[in-house]
């Protein structure tokens, strides 16, 4: 359990605290105002600080100095215009007081390692700390539905709950699949509106905030782009604003997910209208973008045959170093005995591909996820197939330094240890 300090609003206070007292947080202090806060930081030590997200109590000096502390920082947002500001000065755990004490009980005993605003200032900066990972990650498969989409929205969970800033984009040309898989509305397509903006020179960080929509999660919440509700609509995602918009989210983000289309057809090739719109303008852009392409297959005869051919084309547009490889419903019943090895060795005969990344056949979890529309993480929790994907994420796409980050000790648990001992 932790020490918590609150500035809340009393009608907001009064919903949460005995929950807070009941599930065993020690309250060592319930303040009116921000500069009362900042007076108890070094004074009372709080493992968390929770506070309303409004200007008297929450600003950027707050933010950095539970920062430099290694304290968490929890807002509650009681309108859209204190959660856009919370937002604003990088602040990612923002709740709305409509919350149960339930939600805010989860985020305080599962939220993500310290501290509360993770590289923000270094990406205002242009530090090298950002140069350690990739920041935008594109999810690229073959025809046949080999999972580019629950792979898509599992990494970004998985990112998300490291404690990071994560967008996830729907940008298949061919029909979104995102807002249906994680159950929000697709009516307005939010990837394509940004686009427009993009082309008239409007996209900015407010646009991005008043576009996207939240998957909200208690232990990974992260804004969602959704795609084209309808496959005419293509011609909105041009090569150079699909590149604009990536530029802005970039700047946004420290991470930005892409799930992309499937075809690497070159259309001025089928056309001799070298003006005219192509169709996968977009899925070129964002390869073009990404720092790291994850190439998704699937784990049978047919799945393997387009992989193989699918990832030699890819690495005619991608350099080779920029691609993993991940193989996806590993089984036996597809490919007989010892699937796992048939698998590594028909990369490594006909790819030269030594490090590919196996996914097991997990279906019950799959369709737990597609039941409930929530990620891998939220509805199977204990799945193989999210246990591989969370330890690629941890292998291949967080820094080196980001793996101590979960489960991290709060840093007046430690400070209490040192005085037992």
Do not use: K
Not at 12 to 28: K, N, T
Not at 113 to 132: A, I, V, Y
Not at 185 to 214: H, K, M, N, W, Y
């Amino acid at each position: 359990m932790a020490r918590l300090a609150l500035a809340l609003e009393p009608s907001v206070e009064d919903r949460f605290l005995a929950d807070l007292v009941e599930a065993g947080h020690v309250i060592v202090a319930r303040v009116v105002g921000r500069r009362d806060v900042l007076d108890c930081l070094d004074v009372l030590g709080p493992d968390i600080v929770v506070v309303g997200a409004g200007a008297a109590t929450l600003d950027s000096e707050l933010l950095a100095a539970c920062d430099q502390r290694g304290i968490r920082l929890v807002a509650i947002a009681s309108t859209d215009r204190d959660r856009a500001e919370a937002n604003r000065i990088g602040l990612h755990e923002v709740l709305d007081a409509e919350v149960g004490p339930a939600e805010l009980e989860a985020l305080l005993a599962g939220g993500p390692g310290l501290p509360s605003r993770l590289g923000h200032e270094s990406r205002e900066r242009g530090s090298s700390h950002r140069d350690d990972r990739p920041g935008i990650v594109a999810v690229w498969g073959p025809s046949g539905a080999p999972g580019r989409t629950t792979i898509a929205v599992g990494i970004a969970a998985e990112l998300a709950a490291a404690g990071h800033l994560v967008a996830l984009v729907d940008a298949d040309p061919y029909g979104g699949a995102i807002a249906a898989a994680l159950g929000l509305l697709d009516e307005a397509p939010g990837f394509a509106s940004a686009c427009r903006l993009a082309g008239t020179g409007a996209l900015d960080r407010v646009e991005l905030e008043r576009i996207a929509q939240r998957y909200s999660s208690p232990r990974a919440s992260f804004d969602v782009f959704t795609g084209l509700v309808g496959p005419s609509r293509w011609p909105e995602l041009s090569h150079e604003r699909v590149t604009d918009t990536l530029r802005v989210m970039r700047s946004r983000f420290e991470f930005v997910v892409i799930d992309v289309g499937f075809s690497l057809e070159r259309d001025e090739e089928l056309t001799s209208d070298p003006f005219a719109p192509r169709r996968n303008a977009a899925t070129f852009a964002a390869l073009a973008a990404a720092d790291r392409v994850v190439a998704v297959g699937l784990a049978d005869p047919v799945g393997m045959s387009r992989l193989l051919r699918g990832h030699a084309e890819l690495v005619e547009h991608v350099e080779h170093d920029r691609v993993d490889v991940l193989v996806n419903r590993v089984r036996t019943s597809a490919l007989g005995m010892d699937a796992h090895a048939q698998v590594r060795q028909t990369l490594r005969r006909f790819a030269g591909l030594a490090d590919a990344v196996l996914l097991p056949q997990d279906g019950r979890a799959a369709d737990a996820a597609i039941l409930t529309a929530r990620t891998l993480r939220d509805a199977a929790p204990r799945s193989p197939l999210r246990a591989a994907l969370r330890s690629y994420v941890d292998d291949r796409l967080l820094p080196s330094n980001a793996g101590t980050r979960r489960g991290r000790v709060p840093f007046g648990a430690l400070r209490r240890r040192a005085v037992a001992v």
